[in-house]
């Protein structure tokens, strides 16, 4: 099973900021890397796949880069609507799995 | 408009079987390479992939769960059903079903809104 680890797990921005998400395989994944973004009480929502498509709808201060082993999500100017938690997700390999969330919140 | 929904008891007692239906519309289970997952979320905690099926009746699961789920479909009703049999109060969550999106790999989009199932006596 590939292990998804994401960096950091909490990361305080003030809006107007950049921020840097992480996300690391165990393993190759190719670019079959997907980001989601799940605000409180919420489902989780597509925000990016094939490591740097945005889904459609979204915003272009989400941007994805990365292939291999190492990906990230950076978010060009934080809005008060992005704090929320992110997860990657990889589906190059069976099972399917998750990294465990990065919680970006309001410094 | 793409919408799936999920339903099912939201009280479960532990031994007993889980059974969850995803009803969707805005596509068919019927077009090639499209598919239909399941996935968790305990409560505070992380995403957990349990069960995919697709138009071709391919069926997938999570090794650490294919000794106790099935996922079936149903298309005359627009429906995928997941079952969970034995169930422990590890298995509270909130349980997601979510369309397949048709590009290269298993991208989720859209999902439902989500239903909390709780495990205990």
């Known amino acids: 099973e590939i292990v998804m680890t994401q960096s950091p797990a909490t990361l305080s921005v003030s809006p107007g900021e950049r921020a840097t998400l992480s996300c690391r395989a165990s393993q190759s994944v190719s670019t079959n890397l997907a980001w989601y973004q799940q605000k409180p009480g919420q489902a989780p929502r597509l925000l990016v796949y094939?490591?740097?498509t945005r889904a459609t709808g979204v915003p272009a201060r989400f941007s994805g880069s990365g292939s291999g082993t190492e990906f990230t999500l950076t978010i060009s100017s934080l809005q008060s609507e992005d704090f929320a938690v992110y997860y990657c997700q990889q589906s190059n390999n069976w099972p399917v799995t998750f990294g465990q969330g990065t919680k970006v919140e309001i410094k | 408009q793409i919408t799936l929904k999920e339903s099912g008891p939201t009280l479960v007692k532990p031994t007993q079987t889980l059974t969850l239906t995803c009803t969707f519309s805005g596509f068919s289970l019927t077009t090639s390479g499209v598919g239909v997952a399941w996935i968790r979320q305990p409560p505070g905690k992380a995403l957990e992939w349990i069960a995919f099926i697709y138009w071709n009746d391919d069926k997938r699961y999570s090794p650490s769960l294919q000794n106790r789920v099935t996922i079936t479909k149903d298309i005359s009703k627009n429906q995928v059903v997941l079952t969970m049999t034995n169930v422990d109060p590890v298995d509270t969550a909130t349980y997601y079903c979510a369309r397949r999106l048709l590009v290269r790999g298993q991208v989720l989009d859209p999902w439902g809104q989500g239903t909390l199932v709780t495990v205990s006596s």
């Open positions: 094939g490591a740097s």
